[in-house]
T-cell receptor, first 115, second 112 residues
Framework: EPEVTQTPSHQVTQMGQEVILRCVPI?????FYWYRQILGQKVEFLVS????????KSEIFDDQFSVERPDGSNFTLKIRSTKLEDSAMYFC?????????????FGSGTQLSVL | GDSVTQMEGPVTLSEEAFLTINCTYT??????LFWYVQYPGEGLQLLLK?????DKGSNKGFEATYRKETTSFHLEKGSVQVSDSAVYFC???????????FGGGTRLMVKP
């Protein structure tokens, strides 16, 4: 089965530094997402992306966050100036449709640790 | 806003025991409901889904029925295996948007 690939699997950074989390969605998918899970808490929606623009975002996704699809295969999440509370597992996902019952495919996540 | 509540874990069972993981939701309208599973070191995978009231989703021996009257989508399996050890997430997706709202996850540990 096709899969979503995320790199790196672990990222350690100093507070205030910029980080870029990378994802390669499934090749024919059109909708892309970022979710995160802080240790011991729920998986939370961050942002969805379609047709080269953000289609929906949560309150978490403030000005420190940005997403980009720099080429035909990658989908990145950038955190401009990391804070301690950004430490979490970040999941990328993709789907080939936007309707409510479409299947999302998730990557295995990037564990971000901000020190 | 939408929310999903599921029982806290960990749930520890012996092999071949019956499994129930409770999930209830709050949402306007008629959301689609999902169970996702996360095996160690892997991403979330869709386990089963139901898109309307009274639908039963099933896969790999797991099943869950969309109960609108009780706003529930409890996950059940008649006989668990060690290989079912994972974290299980209940989720909903409303028809107005394309985001999933997750519960907190329930870790299942099955002992031989």
């Amino acid at each position: 089965e096709p899969e979503v690939t995320q790199t790196p699997s672990h990222q350690v950074t100093q507070m205030g530094q910029e980080v870029i989390l990378r994802c390669v969605p499934i090749s024919n998918h059109l909708y892309f997402y970022w979710y995160r899970q802080i240790l011991g808490q729920k998986v939370e929606f961050l942002v969805s992306f379609y047709n080269n623009e953000i289609s929906e975002k949560s309150e978490i996704f403030d000005d420190q966050f940005s997403v980009e699809r720099p080429d035909g295969s990658n989908f990145t999440l950038k955190i401009r100036s990391t804070k301690l509370e950004d430490s979490a597992m970040y999941f990328c996902a993709s789907s080939d449709g936007a309707v409510a019952n479409e299947k999302l495919f998730f990557g295995s996540g990037t564990q971000l640790s901000v020190l | 806003g939408d929310s999903v509540t599921q029982m806290e874990g960990p749930v520890t069972l012996s092999e071949e025991a019956f499994l129930t993981i409770n999930c209830t939701y709050t949402a306007t309208g008629y959301p689609s409901l999902f169970w996702y599973v996360q095996y160690p070191g892997e991403g979330l995978q869709l386990l089963l889904k139901a898109t309307k009231a009274d639908d039963k989703g099933s896969n790999k021996g797991f099943e869950a029925t969309y109960r609108k009257e009780t706003t529930s989508f409890h996950l059940e399996k008649g006989s668990v295996q060690v290989s079912d050890s994972a974290v299980y997430f209940c989720a909903l997706r409303d028809n107005a948007g394309n985001m999933l709202t997750f519960g907190g996850g329930t870790r299942l540990m099955v002992k031989p």
